[in-house]
């Protein structure tokens, strides 16, 4: 039988608790309690500080798999406890010196009134540590009883959080559909009701629990038992029913979510382009965020109607003008980089990024585009005498670049190109002793990626009617090589979902925003821990870290012979 | 006329005078054998004639026709196949994707098909782990994927860097009676070995290389038997 832990217990609760004062004097738990997850009863601020006691709970009992109760739940609640004591600490500091906050700025009153629930340092000191406690032992208990009822609960409650925390969006959504009387029932003024909560959770918890009792099996079967005209067939109505839900995607979302939806649009765009670089041809490109400007200003100085415009020409005679313009800047790039390798080519494509955006706000090219005051009054592209205006307009322009851009990388993928570019991201020499011309092979990788991404700058200077230099910084480029990775190197499907998760996230939840570095390399670091081919992997990654596997298991093998 | 002449070829690393007047021919149907120890020049050699390093002095012809207008990556086409030293397979690729990109410069779909199965025929092993990924194969097997993949561009003439390098005595042995038979099938060979004994024993002549210098040429059973050579490269005194 597992032992009772106390050293392990007490070790890891203050780790959590260390990560909840981090959290806390950083000013992240004061930020996000500015948002309800349940109206006016539980904030994301103190989801985000309980979190760490009640995780650790649970991972302290299973990383020893202690199954026996009594053992358990001491250990948890003992980490639960000692996850408070770094925040108590800091309550009775703030006690004895109350200057405290001329050198941790985030130490407010609001602060220490969310961590002591109002109550005072001591008593809501003593408050908190029992909370914490109390919630080590919960999570303690979600490893000691059953699965079978210990699943559903904690999904029940992680799903009703999730909701509570999305509340907004889908009150964005529904706010045409419902009544106002069922929607301020739902809704608090931030975050839905306590009622909706309860609602919530044993709706979603009873569902989840009668899925895996019978549901799961009777679906299996089901699935089991269709033909092979019937799968074909459920294949094409999902197909049909998705592309549908895109096509009305903007109607349903509202003009806000929409502008989100189109932001993410965008950098699936870059993010397909990158792709090709990094993923396909295993270039690291850290300036790639210079074609997004020169398709953008390309675009803004041959429509503007301002001073700097020149061209007057319509968006659509300029779209494919900007894409030839990035394209040949790519190949312009690629140039001097080709006997560049790994590190070193980062290193210098990181400057060529950097030099196209001091050009952009030097004074030098200030006569042509316009310095740091940028080009203004871009218009709004226009079709058949319909202007295209709203985000809601914008979204068709950037799906149908969007599907376009996946349309040509999965052709390419599989093309002899593609595996021009396989070959050399696996191996540089071996790939020239098959035959494969270097020179081209990588020229046309950043002429292509490049043109992904002066499609989308193109499109980003005609949405927003304005360019300005600033839009242009390094974080662009290191946002688009995050969501690569987060998404999955290589891989279409994972670009799209790494621009969900790094760009649409942020900006639901608005107050990510100031730690939104932060939360990338928290993001990054997980990723690279525990899913290090990303969240949607490509074929030939997966297969590669399952080879490891294998080989793995292999060698075991063999060590027990 | 031989199918690769080598004329006083000079090759520099820097200022390092790697080669120094290095000439061999091949003729069509032979294998040869290039020995020498460490640092001799052998690897300089096959760099040269596949067109990853420049001569500054002296040519390279195959057929007659200077190689050295070509770039390396032409050479494929031209019909010469080199197998670097190491190995060199695409460590993250499956079996088959190897083959097939051995194959790249190709546009003969039946003709591919066909080598395809000539090169399982040729190396049964990897006709049995055709969808594992390359990285995991053992040595022996990666050596012989990448001799495997150089024969899928249908060479004339195919460069051996060390195929022994690194192996099990039962596996050089294999590999050296596949190069053999690989030959018998009309591929001409030109080999660099250290292990001179088995080098010599599938070869039928051979080059001595010290310090980027030819010191001797002879046909492999004479080689075999020089005083010389047997005591500096097959151990015997």
């Known amino acids: 039988m597992a032992q009772l832990d106390v050293r392990d217990a007490i070790r890891k609760g203050l780790l959590a608790g260390v990560i909840a004062l981090g959290l806390s004097v950083i000013g992240m738990v004061e930020a996000f309690d500015q948002r309800d997850v349940i109206t006016d009863v539980f904030s994301l601020g103190q989801l985000l500080l309980f979190a760490a006691p009640a995780v650790v709970g649970f991972l302290v009992v299973k990383g020893r798999d202690i199954r026996a109760y009594g053992p358990a739940l001491i250990s948890g609640a003992l980490a639960g406890v000692f996850a408070a004591i770094p925040i108590f600490l800091l309550l009775m500091l703030t006690l004895i010196y109350p200057g405290l906050r001329a050198q941790l700025v985030n130490v407010s009153p609001t602060l220490i009134g969310i961590l002591t629930f109002g109550s005072g340092q001591i008593v809501g000191g003593l408050l908190l540590t029992a909370v914490m406690g109390v919630l080590g032992l919960v999570g303690a208990t979600t490893h000691v009883i059953p699965d079978r009822i210990s699943d559903p ?35 608090g003024t931030k975050g839905i009701t306590l009622v909706t909560a309860v609602i ?180 709004k592209p226009e079709i058949f005498g ?21 349309f040509i990388s999965s052709r390419l993928r599989d093309s002899r190109l593609g595996r021009q570019w396989m070959s050399l991201r696996e191996d540089e020499d071996v790939a020239e002793a098959m035959g494969i011309h270097l020179v081209k092979t990588k020229l046309l990788a950043f002429g292509i990626g490049a043109a992904f991404s002066g499609l989308a700058g193109a499109i980003f200077a005609a949405r927003l009617s304005s360019i300005f230099p600033h839009s242009f ?3 662009i480029s290191i946002n688009v090589l995050s969501l690569i990775i987060v998404g999955g190197m290589g891989s279409l499907p994972g670009v799209v979902v790494g621009a969900l998760v790094l760009v649409g996230l942020p900006e639901l939840l608005r107050e990510f925003a100031e730690y939104r570095l932060l939360l990338y390399g928290a993001l990054l670091i997980a990723m690279m821990l525990r899913k290090p081919d990303g969240l949607w992997p490509s074929p030939v990654r997966r297969r590669e870290l399952k080879a490891e596997e294998q080989e793995k298991l292999m060698m075991q093998a063999e060590g027990l012979e | 006329m031989a199918l690769l002449e080598v004329t006083d070829v000079h090759t520099y690393y820097g200022n390092i005078h790697a080669l120094k007047g290095i000439s061999i021919s091949v003729a069509e149907g032979e294998i040869v054998s290039l020995i020498g120890g460490n640092g001799a020049g052998k690897t300089t050699t096959l760099r040269t004639i596949s067109g990853l390093l420049r001569p500054q002095h002296g040519s ?30 695409f460590a993250r690729l499956s079996v088959a994707e190897n083959l097939e990109m051995g194959a790249y410069h190709r546009n003969d779909k039946d003709g591919i098909a066909d080598d395809l199965k000539r090169a399982y025929a040729l190396f049964p092993r990897l006709d049995e782990r055709k969808t594992q990924v390359a990285g995991t194969l053992s040595g022996g097997e990666q050596q012989m994927l990448a001799m495997a993949r150089a024969m899928m561009s249908r060479p004339t003439l195919l460069l051996l860097d060390e195929p022994s390098m690194g192996l099990a005595p039962v596996l050089v042995e294999l590999i050296f009676s596949t190069i053999a038979d690989i030959n018998k099938e009309g591929t001409t060979i030109l080999l660099v070995e250290q292990n001179a004994h088995m080098a010599l024993q599938v070869a039928h002549r051979g080059y001595v290389l010290q310090t980027g210098e030819i010191v001797l040429q002879d046909s492999a059973k004479n080689l075999q038997r020089n005083a010389m050579v047997q005591k500096a490269y097959l151990g015997i005194d």
């Open chain 1, 153 to 187: 609960l904690v999904l029940g409650v992680g799903w009703t959080l999730l909701i509570g925390v999305l509340s907004e969006v889908l009150l964005n959504i529904l706010r045409p559909l419902l009544p106002r009387g069922v929607l301020r029932f739902l809704f």
């Open chain 1, 200 to 379: 919530l959770l044993v709706l979603i918890t009873v569902g989840i629990a009668w899925w895996r009792a019978q549901g799961r099996e009777r679906y299996q079967k089901r699935i089991a038992a269709r033909s092979a005209v019937q799968v074909a067939n459920a294949r094409r109505t999902s197909l049909g029913a998705g592309l549908l839900l895109l096509l009305v995607l903007p109607f349903i979302l509202g003009t806000y979510l929409t502008e989100v939806v189109d932001n993410v649009g965008l950098y699936v765009l870059m993010g397909l382009g990158l792709n090709i670089v990094v993923g396909f041809a295993g270039l690291l490109d850290l300036g790639y965020v210079a074609f997004f400007a020169i398709g953008a200003y390309m675009m803004g100085i041959l429509t503007s109607q301002g001073d700097l415009g020149v061209g007057g020409i319509s968006f659509w005679l300029a779209l494919p003008i900007c894409v030839a313009t990035s394209t040949i800047a790519g190949i312009i790039l690629g140039t001097p980089v080709l006997r560049m390798r790994g590190d070193y080519l980062a290193i210098v494509t990181l400057g060529f990024g950097e030099i196209i955006r001091v050009l952009a706000t030097s004074d030098l090219l200030k006569p042509v585009i316009g310095g740091a005051q940028g080009i203004l009054q871009i218009p």
């Open chain 1, 386 to 406: 319909f202007t295209i205006l709203q985000p809601q307009h914008f979204y068709y322009v950037i799906l149908a670049s969007v599907f376009l851009a996946l």
């Open chain 1, 473 to 475: 910084n390094l974080l």
């Open chain 2, 60 to 89: 390279v012809t195959l057929n007659g026709e200077d190689l050295h207008q070509y770039k390396a990556h032409q050479l494929v086409s031209k019909g010469i196949a080199m197998v670097p030293e190491g190995r060199g397979v």
